[in-house]
Structures are given as structure tokens and as C-alpha cells.
């Protein structure tokens, strides 16, 4: 529990120190160390520490593995991660642990290999909306915005729930100068959900439009904020700077330090 305990705070040293000096060493203590190192970007500790596991003669489970996936894709280690997954699949558990499906396919489109990842999407037996969500975040990673756009909208049809993480991704998949019309669809769904007075949401939906070339339409959307933030203010400050709006970008600055905010 301690080392799971550092690893999830960020103290991968602490974490470290208090794995190393465990007398006994299980599969669960491996995976909260290999995770805590997959989780904060460090794939190379986390793959060294799946070695070392391995030459321990512990043997993993579905989770490990899934963080070793998490692992590759941090660090683009495709080979690897096809190694993970011939392995995963003579296991079996891309029948049975949709955890370990959905890291495949978040996995293979951080790597670029969207059409592995809709393989796996598609042989999924069940698929919950992490598995949409992951393979929407895929293809939105490559800048597929029109196959993001198109399984988005069939997820809806399917009757499956749109969370926020699914609608962040297909914001982000529409931050594009060429996907206007798209970005425009993503933003008359997301007003018609619970998420459209959502904070992160409407900072999101600045950002997208700002990308998208549409100053007119990010700063409509940041009028429209109940409450402003830090993240509010740089999203529209950023916007205003990308588009050579330079005193409307200090105008902005200006107010944001009027309002009391803390840089």
C-alpha cells in the first residue's frame, strides 16, 4: 500500500526506496510500482521494472500488463507493445479484461498504428465507454477528425453513455483549422448534454475553436462563462496571442489579474 500510496502521489522515489527494501516482493507490489512509473510519463522505469519482474519469476496479471501498455505508448515503444500483445492474446485476455483492451488500443494510437487499434476495437466481445472513449482519443491523437466525429456519433446510436472524458476527446479531435464544421457539430452536442456549463468542457471548447481559426467563436463561448478560472483566462489569452491579437491577448491578461487570480 505504501509503495502504491508514493507511486499515485507522484513520489516515484519514495516509492522506490520503500519497494526496494520489501523483503518479499508479489505481483501486486510490481504492478504499483510499474504503474506509478507508467502513470507519470516514465516508460522506460516502468518496462525496466517489467524485466525485472520477469527475471524475479513473478508472474504478472492483467493489470501489469496493461500498464505495461500504458508504458509503451508513453514512450512510443510499438515493438515492445506487440511483443505485450502476442502475449496478452495467447493469455486470452483480450477476451475476458476489456482494462487490458482498451490500454491495446490506447497503446497502438499513441504509437500510430490507428488501424491495429481498431482491430482490437472491433474484436472486442463488449465494449464499455472506456473502449469507445480510447478509440475516439485514437484516432483524435492522429488528427482523424472525421472517423472521430463518425464514431462518436455511432456511440450515441448504439445507446451508450457520453461521459466527459469521450466529449473531451472529440473536441480535441476537432482542433483542427480544417474541421470548423466538425468542431461546430461537436459544440451543439455538447450544449445539449449536462457537460456544457462544465468548466474544463467550455475551456476546451476555446481551445478547440482558437485551433480551429475561429477567434469569433472561442470568444463567444468564453463570454458565455458563469465562472472564469486561471484556465479560462490562459485558454482565451492563448487564443487571442495564436492569431496576432496581441493587445486583446494583454487586455485579457489585465483582467484576469483585476479579478484577483494567482499566477
Not at 6 to 22: P, Q
Not at 101 to 113: A, E
Not at 148 to 168: C, P, S, T, Y
Not at 206 to 232: G, H, I, P, Q, W
Request: hydrophobic share 45%; aromatic share 10%; glycine share 8%.
Amino acid at each position: 500500500a505504501l509503495v502504491d500510496m508514493h507511486a499515485k502521489c507522484g513520489l516515484l522515489i519514495e516509492s522506490r526506496e520503500v519497494f526496494d527494501n520489501l523483503r518479499v516482493k508479489d505481483v501486486v507490489t510490481w504492478t504499483a510500482l510499474i504503474g506509478g512509473y507508467a502513470d507519470h510519463g516514465y516508460g522506460i522505469e516502468a518496462l525496466e521494472c517489467f524485466q525485472l519482474m520477469q527475471l524475479a519469476r513473478v508472474f504478472p496479471n492483467e493489470v501489469t500488463y496493461a500498464c505495461c501498455l500504458k508504458a509503451c505508448g508513453a514512450i512510443s515503444a510499438t515493438e515492445k507493445g506487440k511483443e505485450i500483445h502476442d502475449v496478452i492474446e495467447r493469455k486470452g485476455f483480450l477476451k475476458t479484461c476489456g482494462l487490458v483492451s482498451n490500454t491495446l488500443i490506447d497503446m497502438y494510437g499513441k504509437c500510430g498504428y490507428i488501424e491495429d487499434a481498431y482491430v482490437i476495437f472491433s474484436g472486442m466481445p463488449e465494449r464499455n465507454e472506456c473502449s469507445w472513449t480510447a478509440m475516439i482519443a485514437a484516432y483524435a491523437e492522429q488528427g482523424y477528425v472525421k472517423e472521430a466525429m463518425l464514431l462518436f456519433e455511432r456511440m450515441q446510436w448504439e445507446g451508450m453513455g457520453v461521459d466527459k472524458a469521450a466529449i473531451l476527446c472529440i473536441l480535441s479531435a476537432c482542433s483542427n483549422q480544417l474541421a470548423l464544421s466538425h468542431a461546430k457539430r461537436a459544440h451543439t452536442y455538447v450544449l445539449e448534454t449536462r457537460f456544457g456549463k462544465d468548466p474544463m468542457v467550455q475551456n476546451a471548447l476555446v481551445t478547440m475553436y482558437s485551433k480551429c481559426s475561429s477567434l469569433y467563436d472561442a470568444r463567444k463561448v468564453f463570454d458565455m462563462f458563469s465562472m472564469r478560472n486561471l484556465v479560462s483566462w490562459t485558454a482565451q489569452i492563448a487564443a487571442c496571442a495564436q492569431h496576432g491579437q496581441g493587445d486583446e491577448a494583454f487586455s485579457h491578461f489585465q483582467h484576469l489579474l483585476n479579478e484577483g487570480h494567482v499566477l
